[in-house]
């Protein structure tokens, strides 16, 4: 059973940075595609940042140029950093990793808390 584990959450003001660790039990190679979604109070989940097994990334238009998204291959580990955070970036942040199907599995990590407050 593949295992994500998010790391480096925490508070910071307005302005701020903070670097998202996802590590994987597994090789990510395995994967084809692994991102970080958000969830804030009462609002949907959503996809913050995406990269392919190939490298490609995606971004949601409300952080890009903001947050960048990596994968570090030897580590089994992607990251998410991200800069000049604003206070509606604070919710909780999954890691996700997919295989594509058929039949297809779908991973998530246990969340990691953001807060961007003064």
């Known amino acids: 059973q593949v295992q994500l584990v998010e790391s480096g959450g925490g508070l910071v003001q307005p302005g701020g940075s903070l670097r998202l660790s996802c590590a994987a039990s597994?090789?990510?190679?395995?994967?084809?595609?692994m991102g970080w979604y958000r969830q804030a109070p009462g609002k949907q989940r959503e996809l913050v940042a995406g990269i392919s097994r190939g490298g490609s990334t995606s971004y949601a238009d409300s952080v890009k140029g903001r947050f960048t998204i990596s994968r570090d291959n030897a580590k089994n580990t992607v990251y998410l950093q991200m800069n000049s955070l604003k206070p509606e970036d604070t919710a909780v942040y999954y890691c996700n990793a997919i295989i594509w199907g058929p039949p297809g599995y779908d991973y998530w990590g246990q969340g990691t808390q953001v807060t961007v407050s003064s």
């Open positions: 597994g090789s990510i190679v395995s994967f084809d595609s």
